[in-house]
Structure formats: C-alpha cells, structure tokens
C-alpha cells in the first residue's frame, strides 16, 4: 500500500507489520516535501527556524535516525504547531519506533489541521486498518474512501480498499479498485500484479487471457520481480 509521494508491495497489508508499512512510506514520501512550503507559507507564525528544524527532521527521517527526527520534528512543532505535514512526519516516526498512542494522536491532528491532506489520511487508513481496534474495524475503510472523496484521482487508497476487499474474499469489489488504481497510475507494477492474481482467482478454470494481461504489464514493469514471473508461469501452464 502506499501514499501520493509513495506506494507499496502488494502483500504488505497482510502480513508486514505496521512499523515495516511506514518504513516504506516515509523513505519514498521524503523528497516532494522539501518542495511543500504553501503550509509554511500561510502560517505567519512559521519562521525559518522552525521549517529549518522540519528539513532537519526529514534528513535524519530519509537516514534512519528516528529518534533524532522525532526530536527535530518536536523542536518544528515548538516554534509553530501548525503545519499539518510536521505532525503527519512525526506520526511516520513514532509509529516504526512502536509509540503508537503518540503517532495516533499526531496523525489526528494533522488531519485536524488539514482535512484535504490525503497523504495523512491514506497512511492513518493503514495506521486503523493494522491496529484492528475491535470498536472501530471499518476505520481504514473509511479514511480511504474520504481520500477517493477528497482526490479521486489519488491511486493508493483505490490501491489500499483493493487489498482490503480481496483479504475479505470480495473479489468483485478488489478487482473493481485495482482496476481504477492503474488507470490512474499505469506504471503501478504491483497493482497490476494484483489484478492479474484477483482474476485469475475469480475466473478459475475458465478464460485466463485478461489475467495473463495484467501479469504481463506488471513484468513487463518490474522484470526482477520473480514473483511476478512465477504467477505468469503458473497462469501459461494452467491456459494449456
């Protein structure tokens, strides 16, 4: 699963722990942010001091030093609580060093500042949707389905509700959102594998061309990926 600045192998959400999910988003989210500065710009408040804490945190961010990222973003946040992607960076961190309480309450207020920021919202979704909080199940369902409302052409919550539906075995429903993720992104290697597997599935023994289809866009997108090659053999042998 991943985020406007990222995206995601496909079985993550089954089986990669949260903080592993969010490793991948920060990584790949980090360099569209240093061009961000209309926050910056709005909040008066903001000095350089305060957006040059932020870049701060962001280089320890994209290194791996967390715990000095987490104390970068906290000094931003101290000098100007008002920029939504500070919060929504420190939520990142906190959430892979396992402070979840503190990375829930900062995904909530970045989104309290920021309600259109769908980046947030699509990673809270994943935040919600692997805490499996038993009074709140549906939580990732519905931030993503506010980030369609919010960006419709936003690929990876279509991308995240995908896998949601295809782990609940709503076939007809994955297919549906794997399909508008690569209409939006059709260089979405993954989701492409994903279509090809979801109809695979539902078609069974019967016709295997669109599935062989979409497996093929997806090797031909990423040809190291052995998985993918593997899937198609699996499909040619099955098509006879």
């Known amino acids: 699963m991943k985020s406007g600045r990222c995206k995601g192998e496909s079985f993550l959400f089954h089986f990669l722990p949260l903080a592993a999910i969010l490793l991948m988003f920060s990584v790949l989210c980090l360099p569209a942010a240093l ?25 320890f961010q994209q290194s791996g030093d967390l715990q000095n990222a987490v104390e970068a973003y906290r000094r931003s946040i101290g000098i100007t609580p008002k920029i939504a992607e500070v919060h929504w960076r420190l939520a990142q961190c906190q959430t892979r060093l396992g402070s979840y309480t ?16 769908v980046e947030c919202r699509n990673d809270y979704g994943m ?20 980030c369609i409302q919010t960006k419709a052409d936003y690929p990876y919550p279509h991308y995240n509700l995908a896998m949601h539906y295809r782990e609940k075995g709503d076939l007809e ?64 042998s099955n098509k006879g």
């Open 35 to 59: 061009s961000q500065d209309s926050e910056w710009d709005q909040d008066r408040t903001a000095g350089p001091k305060a957006l040059q804490m932020f870049k701060v945190g962001l280089k």
């Open 102 to 117: 503190d990375a829930e309450a900062e995904f909530r207020q970045a989104l309290n500042l920021n309600g259109n920021f």
């Open 127 to 146: 935040f919600l949707a692997r805490r499996q909080d038993k009074n709140d199940p549906d939580g990732g369902v519905r931030e993503w389905k506010r």
């Open 173 to 236: 429903n994955a297919i549906n959102y794997l399909e508008s993720t690569v209409r939006l992104k059709p260089d979405y290697s993954d989701a492409w594998k994903e279509l090809g597997l979801a109809i695979f599935e539902r078609a069974s023994s019967g016709d295997l061309s669109e599935a062989a289809e979409a497996l093929e866009k997806s090797a031909k997108l990423a040809p190291e990926n052995p998985k993918v090659h593997y899937h198609l053999g699996y499909i040619y």
